[in-house]
């Protein structure tokens, strides 16, 4: 993840969120997540686009950027 925000930091907002943190407490059941690592990617109108529970591909996120 913190490559991938090097690289392409510019044209993409990441947050990370700590669910044992009050914060992520609060945001783990809007956005339906219980396990970590979860990422989310959202389109710039707020719509989830796609999740992934665990193992996070890089690669799948430059090509949502980059189609």
Do not use: C, H, K, S
Request: no cysteine.
């Amino acid at each position: 993840m913190d490559e991938l925000e090097d690289e392409i930091g510019d044209d993409l907002l990441i947050i990370r969120l700590n669910i044992q943190e009050q914060v992520g407490m609060e945001l783990a059941p809007v956005y339906g997540f219980e396990f970590t690592p979860t990422f989310i990617y959202f389109d710039p109108q707020g719509n989830e686009i796609w999740r992934t529970v665990g193992e996070f591909d890089p690669q799948r996120v430059r090509d949502t950027l980059d189609p």
